[in-house]
Nanobody, 127 residues
């Protein structure tokens, strides 16, 4: 089993930046894809970004394009989400997730394809 632990959340003003980290431990870490999702109070969990581990190809939700950047550090078994130009509507609990099976590109935004999840980190953006 892989344990995923997020960090880096917090309170930031609108227009500010945060960098989330997701550190993995446990089994040999070689996921097919790592993703970030978020869930705001009263809303469904939604896809934010994903990165294919071997190719580093990235995928973004429309809401994240141009503002968020996903990256990974293979040596540290860590995936990052750099969030810039934050808006109050970005307020949510952010989760990282990993998939160890082959995932179709068309499904990287689908939560059910991911095998492991972290506990989440709260991001609050004030106006």
């Amino acid at each position: 089993q892989v344990q995923l632990v997020e960090s880096g959340g917090g309170l930031v003003q609108s227009g500010g930046s945060l960098r989330l980290s997701c550190a993995a431990s446990g089994r040999t870490f070689s996921p097919y894809v790592m993703g970030w999702f978020r869930q705001a109070p009263g809303k469904e969990r939604e896809f934010v970004a994903a990165i294919a581990w071997s190719t580093r190809k990235t995928y973004y939700a429309d809401s994240a394009k141009g503002r968020f950047t996903i990256s990974r550090d293979n040596a540290k078994n860590t995936v990052y989400l750099q969030m810039d130009s934050l808006k109050p509507e970005d307020t949510a609990v952010y989760y990282c997730a990993g998939a160890w099976q082959n995932v179709l590109v068309s499904l990287v935004s689908v939560a059910r394809v991911y095998d492991s999840w972290g506990q989440g980190t709260q991001v609050t953006v004030s106006s």
